[in-house]
């Protein structure tokens, strides 16, 4: 069933090409030939969500099976819901505007912890009862993945299951058992149970969680055979064999990252101590030059884009880099095609690589290095020193540029007001770089941009015990470093404080935060991830109307104690995650993996070790 009235709606709305669907390479089935049908959702808007490759991965993969069609949805803007639910339109798909509600499965990727309201505002807009316990028989199962999943304790109420890992090889899975199922005319809960006994399937429903009088948990608890007592996460292990797609949905508007991306490789060898996805998308796996020059042929011959990007955790650690940009600038600077790069380390920075990259079109430089100080940066064993910056900083503005965005973090754990001092002092002596060498042109001014972020503990990191910063802290370290920053060509952004509070409460959550998240939504929260649409005061009353107490979520964890994700197995032991927190207390720093192996655990996911990199 197609929408009524909606090309009259979509006249009326600012960027109706969010909405109406036919874009370049869109795929296009007839619903009547398929068995399953799969709509796939991202909670933000489509500029958002059309930027994420891992939708665009598993629409490729649903879409070539025969008997799928995998379609797309996104969290409409504040105009295009008015609109929708003034003339009493649901939620639909891009591809052929069907109603949400008619589909088979609506996934939904969990990319960012703000999402969450927006979860349920489309559920509700899809006229999808919120809670999995309310849903029929005739209702899609609600299924979710992503690296919130990997704690997906607060949305349990709302999902009938997630997908623990990467989800190449388990999506298939899971059609193959709903045909099953299907033909079998089994009641809902029976597929629920089938799937249950798949690798990396988490069924809250079939789970009992209870409490202790404090309010931590006391267990978590299998309620039928089939519901495993551990969820291992998916990988995979040869990237060279996975599916990838040929082409690229090309949307008729800017989005944020308006490019062809190939990935390069997945996990990452680093082991930072604040970082999630260095853990949770261990062990290191790597594709082969050729493939992915293959990837790229396959992208800029069907997509039209006029840059590629290169995806990963930190590409400068690709073992064949210089051989992969040899490849492929053979091929973009004959397409007139620019090669983009991420943030990149300070410590093996390379000006030749920069320029080869850059030759079609020149882009601004991107160095992390987290923390001011070499102490903090051995707390969160960033391994990069003062001295990998200025010589870094050096090369690039000796080599032509002029401007340059430094990140970092403050609320560290063990983090003292001298280590935020050491932010503004460092991009000082990154300026000076520029006006005390001789080879830079004094004739352009220098910039330096500092970003700074408010840290916030994750799950299946070595800081996931450590205590956040409440709003009042960061507020007042924003401020102290903003006094700090007294030159004029350094400018100085921060990242909203109280968000990232509300952030850490759902990071480290259990399901008690189920009835928040609905309050929540009965009051208006959504789009919580946009400044201009987040209202704290109402998060607060949510808590408040629920009796809960943010600070429970924000405070510091024992060893001993339940987490509401140790039902979940990502392959890295929590003995090496309490090693390293133990050694970040004494900033004391451990080896990448290339260096030394630090016995994490992930290798033993690779069963057949052929495509893994592993350093074990």
């Not at 979860?119 to 029929?136: D, F, H, K, Q, T």
């Not at 840290?455 to 401020?479: G, R, S």
């Not at 924000?554 to 133990?582: A, C, H």
């Amino acid at each position: 069933m197609s929408i009524k009235n909606l090309d009259k709606v979509l006249k009326r709305v600012q960027k109706a090409t969010r909405y109406s669907g036919g874009e370049l390479n869109s795929v296009i089935k007839n619903p009547e030939d398929v068995k399953i049908r799969y709509a796939f959702a991202f909670p933000d808007t489509y500029e958002v969500g059309m930027s994420h490759l891992g939708m665009k991965i598993l629409y490729h993969i649903l879409n070539l099976r025969p008997d799928t069609y995998c379609e797309r949805t996104f969290a409409p803007w504040i105009d295009m819901e008015e609109e929708m639910r003034k003339e009493g339109i649901p939620l639909f798909t891009n591809e052929t505007h069907t109603p949400v509600k008619e589909f088979d499965f609506l996934g939904i990727t969990l990319q960012y912890e703000m999402c969450y309201s927006n979860v349920l505002n489309m559920l509700s807009l899809a006229g999808i009862p919120l809670l999995s316990s309310e849903r029929g028989e005739d209702d899609p199962f609600v299924n979710g993945g992503g690296p919130c999943s990997y704690n997906s304790e607060p949305l349990a109420d709302f999902f009938d299951f997630f997908t623990m890992g990467e989800g190449e090889e388990v999506i298939g899975e899971l059609m193959d058992a709903y045909i099953e199922w299907k033909e079998s005319g089994g009641k809902r809960i029976d597929y629920l149970k089938r799937i249950a006994k798949i690798e990396g399937i988490y069924v809250p429903s079939l789970y009992d969680v209870t409490y202790n009088g404090d309010g931590t948990i006391k267990s978590m608890t299998p309620n039928c055979p089939e519901a495993k007592p551990k969820i291992k996460k998916r990988i995979i292990e040869d990237l060279d064999k996975v599916i990838y797609p040929d082409k690229l949905i090309v949307p008729f508007c800017d989005i944020v990252h308006d490019r062809a991306n190939i990935e390069v490789f997945r996990g990452c060898i680093r082991g930072c101590r604040f970082c999630q996805a260095g853990m949770i998308y261990r062990p290191v796996r790597e594709k082969s030059p050729d493939t992915l020059l293959n990837d790229a042929c396959n992208l800029i011959n069907s997509t039209g884009y006029e840059e590629m990007g290169l995806s990963s955790l930190s590409t400068s650690d690709y073992t064949e880099l210089e051989t992969l940009t040899d490849k492929l600038l053979n091929l973009t600077e004959k397409e007139k095609v620019s090669l983009s790069l991420p943030s990149l380390r300070v410590d093996n920075f390379s000006l030749d690589l920069m320029q080869r990259v850059q030759k079609v079109r020149k882009s601004g430089l991107t160095f992390a290095p987290e923390a001011g100080s070499q102490r903090m940066r051995d707390v969160i064993n960033k391994n990069v020193s003062e001295e990998d910056l200025v010589n870094s900083a050096t090369l690039a503005f000796e080599g032509g540029w002029n401007s340059v965005k430094l990140y970092f973090m403050i609320g560290l754990p063990y983090e003292e007001m001298e280590d935020i001092a050491g932010i503004a002092r460092l991009a000082e002596k990154v300026v000076e770089c520029y006006y005390n060498s001789e080879k830079t042109n004094k004739r352009r001014a220098v910039n330096v941009t500092l970003s700074v972020a408010s840290f916030v503990p994750k799950p299946f990191t070595p800081f996931q015990w450590a205590p956040q910063d409440t709003m009042e802290t960061l507020a007042e370290k924003q401020l102290f470093l903003k006094g700090e920053v007294r030159n004029r060509h350094i400018k100085y952004n921060y990242h909203q404080n109280d968000i990232s509070v509300l952030e850490g409460v759902f990071a480290r959550g259990d399901r008690k935060l189920g009835k928040v998240l609905l309050r929540a939504h009965s009051l208006g929260c959504k789009l919580d991830g946009w400044n201009e649409c987040f209202n704290l005061e109402l998060w607060k009353q949510a808590f408040s109307d629920c009796g809960i107490d943010m600070a429970f979520y924000t405070r510091e964890r024992s060893y001993d104690e339940i987490l509401p994700w140790d039902i979940v197995d990502i392959g890295v032991s929590t003995q090496f995650m309490k090693n390293e927190n133990e050694k970040a207390k004494k900033a004391a720093t451990t080896p990448n993996c290339r260096e030394k192996c630090s016995g994490c655990g992930a290798a033993a996911l690779c069963k057949t070790k052929k495509g893994c990199v592993c350093f074990e």
